[in-house]
């Protein structure tokens, strides 16, 4: 049997994976679904100022899944979308991480989903759900892992304080983030348009992965109290 394996082992070719991000429609991409071909290297007037307000409002509303981007009726697109979420979230991914106790991993998304913008205290979360924080930070990181939520830690020059100060919690998609906040989709608020710059820069990351695109949150200069929820390099202003 020992001598079996070792021949196996030795004439098994060597395989390597590559792996790869696919994420949902960007802002420049849902406007190509939509038909309108604008030009984004252009200064746009007014009148496609407004359009474009309007096609990123619905957007940072209602997600970046392709499939929804042409479903006009909104209760039909938070229908569809509350399956994705039921079948996949609050399902498969359950599944795939063996989670012990799926009411309180639902409870989680929907504690993340209200905190979506804001520092991440697991401690804090623990505590309000009665869970072990070693669950909690269990269950994060198999969101993590599944492209529902990701932690983005503060940009400091010292890696030790960046590593130690708490994270900010972000949702992978805004239509999953809306629904997990309630019934429907909600009119446009901060958090809402917080993430979704977030996932705008996060797409671009993996569109555009020589600009080193830095997702991370700032920790606030005492010259500027409200701080500073993104930052990236000069390189990538002509993307955004």
């Not at 529902?148 to 998609?173: C, G, M, Q, T, W």
């Amino acid at each position: 049997m020992l001598k079996t394996r070792r021949s196996l082992k030795s004439s098994t070719p060597v395989c390597r994976a590559l792996p790869f991000e696919v994420h949902g429609l960007t802002f420049e991409e849902r406007t190509r679904f939509l038909g309108k071909a604008w030009d984004f290297s252009l200064r746009w007037p007014a009148p496609l100022h407004e359009q474009a307000r309007i096609v990123f409002t619905d957007l940072a509303e209602t997600g970046s899944y392709p499939g929804l981007v042409a479903v006009a009726d909104r209760e039909l697109k938070a229908r569809l979308l509350r399956q994705i979420l039921q079948t996949y979230v609050q399902t498969d991914v359950r599944e795939l991480g063996r989670v012990r106790y799926p009411d309180r991993f639902e409870a989680l998304i929907k504690v993340l989903a209200a905190q979506a913008g804001n520092l991440l205290q697991t401690t804090e979360i623990a505590n309000t759900l009665r869970m072990a924080r070693e669950t909690v930070e269990e269950y994060l990181y198999l969101l993590e892992q599944t492209y529902v939520v990701r932690r983005v830690r503060p940009f400091f020059h010292n890696l030790r304080s960046e590593l130690s100060k708490a994270p900010k919690i972000y949702f992978e998609d805004n239509g999953l983030l809306a629904l997990s906040r309630g019934r429907s989709f909600a009119p446009l608020d901060g958090p809402l348009l917080e993430n979704a710059v977030y996932t705008e820069l996060r797409k671009l990351k993996s569109v555009y992965p020589h600009f080193r695109c830095l997702v991370c949150g700032w920790e606030a200069p005492r010259n500027l109290p409200d701080g500073i929820d993104f930052c990236y390099p000069w390189e990538l202003h002509h993307y955004l």
